[in-house]
């Protein structure tokens, strides 16, 4: 079979889940990431690459995210590679790390040092040393396969960055990560009883470590990630928060418990109140 008859086809078959654009978008992606192939060439396809792609779309029909079948997603205008370790980076992570890079932006001063906590591909970490002059940047999780993939991103961006294995629920370590002049976090927020209002997709694929938070608190991350900034960021340091819309209002009260200055709230492109700061007094 010709490759373009074969690219037809898949076609073809992705429309009865996609739009025809969508299914044209999709089959060239699949074929440039995972084989190289012109996708309108005549030449017979191989063997091997026939597998590769068959394979691909079995995966992608059974609803795993395009990304981790691609291997990789765009964020902040570069690729970072990602895989089942680590959660597909969205729009509002872009967003929050906009409000960090103008944060950061707008200091003066020597060197800056940012912590990001649960950094995951290192996608929050690598952009902000990529975007910001004079910043030392640590990125920080509980999951080896996951730093795994935010050191290969850092390899393949040639990014300055140190990442870390680190449990922020364990208190006992705190002193041991030092003072930041900025610290970011998109942490678990989401309770496992509400499972069923979440895409299947996401449910099934994306690493439940990363998605669902501890016990019966969705907010254990904020509590104790804001206590950790109480002591661990330094007078005038910003704390940044990616969040759910709906719990904007409880998140802005455990900032203002623990003692944060100018607590604000901003919204994502859809106008849905996604991101808090604080400020260290």
């Not at 104790?224 to 719990?247: K, Q, Y």
Request: net charge negative; charged share 30%; hydrophobic share 40%.
């Amino acid at each position: 079979m010709r490759v373009k008859s074969f690219h037809d086809s898949i076609v073809s078959r992705l429309q009865s889940v996609y739009s025809e654009r969508e299914s044209v978008n999709i089959a060239r992606w699949l074929f440039e990431e995972k084989t190289s192939l012109n996708a309108q060439s005549n030449e017979d396809i191989s063997i091997r690459n026939r597998e590769i792609l068959e394979r691909s779309f079995d995966r992608l029909m059974k609803g795993e995210p395009l990304d981790y079948i691609l291997g990789n997603t765009s964020f902040y205008g570069r690729s970072f590679k990602v895989n089942e370790h680590v959660l597909i980076p969205r729009p509002e992570t872009e967003g929050l790390v906009e409000q960090c890079v103008l944060d950061l932006r707008g200091r003066r001063g020597g060197v800056t040092n940012v912590l990001d906590i649960g950094t995951g591909s290192g996608c929050i970490a690598i952009t902000i040393h990529k975007e910001v002059d004079s910043v030392k940047v640590l990125g920080i999780d509980i999951s080896e396969e996951a730093l795994k993939v935010a050191l290969a991103n850092q390899e393949i961006l040639n990014a300055d960055v140190r990442f870390e294995l680190h449990d922020i629920l364990d208190e006992t370590k705190d002193t041991a990560l030092g003072e930041f002049d900025l610290i970011v976090s998109n942490p678990p927020y989401i309770l496992k009883k509400e499972k069923q209002k979440m895409s299947d997709s996401t449910v099934r694929f994306e690493p439940h470590i990363a998605l669902f938070a501890e016990g019966s608190d969705p907010f254990i991350f904020y509590r104790r990630i804001s206590d950790f900034a109480v002591t661990n960021l330094l007078s005038g340091g910003s704390l940044w928060f990616e969040m759910n819309e709906f719990h904007a209002r409880e998140i802005k009260e455990i900032l203002v418990q623990k003692g944060f200055l100018d607590v604000r709230i901003f919204s994502d492109l859809q106008g849905k109140d996604r991101m808090i700061q604080g400020i260290k007094p």
